[in-house]
């Protein structure tokens, strides 16, 4: 049988991913020496020192390494949330390093869908609502923002809970409605951080396999900082870091 993500890309193609981005595996993201120094006082942190990194669209990199290593450090830095300390941060054509607020902004409205460890959700809004959110705010009109949201909550399989408000869904449930809120926009990378590891064992196995489902079918470039070995391992690459340099790049066989 097949997947409900590729049952939905043969139906509505253009609804929901980007136009030839199936088979489309040119470089996405690019980082050349990138270095993110903090300095309090006399002491500087070099919490990213010298980072070069190139990931293809469509691919799905698992981050890991000890606290304190910088993996949020680069994936602020991957998602416009800060500006490197040196070098170069490429995604899809845009100069991270150079750009300015206002593009910045544009660029995480439009390019990017976050996933938090703690959802993130809002809680006065039911879950159509806030997978809805991202497309209002970029100024989708209300009908197509919820026509769009609701294909989205069938991905993650959460149809029968679209009217529920978030304290009436499990763990799991809050993950996999955040999961839909940071694809809905069609964004060219998605960034997680952490995202089973509020979960009991139970939940975290249903949100991987969603993950492993969304990253193993190319519908996004899918980065995720990850304790877990599981995780890990069901991503096609694994990057390890340890003292704010990559230590280890590997790429599963399949
Ligand atoms: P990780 O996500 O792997 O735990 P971080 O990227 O959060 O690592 O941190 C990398 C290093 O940078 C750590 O030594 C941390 O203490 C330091 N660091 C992170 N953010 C700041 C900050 N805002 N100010 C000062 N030091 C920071």
Redesign the pocket.
Known sequence: MKSSVSAMIEKSPRSFARRGSLADKTGLISLKNVTRD?T?GERT?H?LDGVSLEIARQEFVAIS?P???????LIHLLAGLDHPTGGEILVDSLALHSADDAALTQFRRRQVGLVFQFFNLLPTMNVRENVSLPLLLQGVSPAESEERATQLIDLVGLRERADHFVHQLSGGEQQRTAIARALVHRPSLVIADEPTGNLDSHSAASVMQLLEKIGGEGLTTLIVVTHSVEVARAASRHVEMRDGRIVGDSRSAS
């Open positions: 903090y309090s942190v919490a390494g606290s304190g290593c910088g993996k949020s450090t």
